[in-house]
């Protein structure tokens, strides 16, 4: 993942807008990438995955695009509810077995404003 | 199924102690990895245990080490702690299936004084 120093990107959004969480991966042989939640005082939560014979996919309020030409991922949250407030990491791997190690990038601080 | 477990919760340390961190991994997992996740950054990849063996490693130094048992609860240990040891330490277990199966555990917050 794309380290971008100490300070931790943010997003505010209002509740029920859609929200985008963007993610630059650094890579070129990751093929297998994965969105996580971290709530504070948690561990890091599976969302959505995606391969990188894909560029996109959907899950239930959330899709994941992959751009491969610029190594750019996205997280997209339809209708952002409060309980979505958290930290959200992208993550790459190349491979996706569970012997294979995950790269995060720093992460993105999502608030939703009720 | 309690999923992953990690003891203790919270710990302080002073420089130069030594501390062991442990993992028990989600019924039916048996690889773990441990991550270190300083404050406000994403987890760094430390090591992974499989079948009692260190099978990769991250880019940490020897002070930390780690050990698997055979019920496949794990151990971290770090030697000789530095301020900058002070973050988050995360273990996640894994079957033989894909990274999705990847469950993280809450972790443990190390604090170096």
């Known amino acids: 993942g794309e380290s971008v120093g100490l300070h931790l990107p943010t997003l505010s959004v209002q509740e029920g807008d859609n929200s985008i969480i963007n993610c630059a991966y650094s890579n070129s042989a990751s093929d297998y990438f994965i969105w996580y939640k971290q709530e504070s005082g948690k561990g890091p939560q599976f969302i959505i995955d995606?391969?990188?014979?894909?560029d996109k996919r959907q899950g239930q309020r959330v899709t994941v695009l992959l751009n491969k030409t610029v190594k750019h991922l996205s997280l997209q949250i339809a209708a952002t509810q409060p309980g979505d407030s958290a930290v959200y990491f992208c993550a790459e791997s190349r491979g996706e077995t569970g012997a294979n190690n995950l790269f995060f990038g720093t992460g993105t601080r999502l608030t939703v404003i009720p | 199924d309690a999923g992953v477990t990690q003891s203790p919760t919270h710990l302080i340390k002073t420089r130069g102690q030594q501390v062991t961190l442990r993992c028990s991994p989600k019924?039916?997992?048996?690889?773990v990895s441990w991550y270190q996740q300083a404050l406000g950054q994403g987890p760094q990849f430390i090591f992974q245990y499989y079948e009692e063996e260190e099978r990769q490693r991250g880019n940490f130094p020897d002070r930390f080490s780690g050990h698997q048992f055979p019920n496949y609860s794990s151990e971290l240990n770090v030697n000789a702690l530095l301020l900058g040891d002070s973050a988050l330490y995360l273990c996640?277990?894994?079957?033989?299936?894909?990274?999705?199966?990847?469950?993280f555990g809450p972790g443990t917050r190390l604090t170096v004084t």
């Open positions: 996640a277990s894994s079957g033989t299936g894909v990274l999705r199966t990847r469950l």
């Open positions: 995606i391969r990188s014979n894909m």
């Open positions: 019924s039916g997992h048996d690889t």
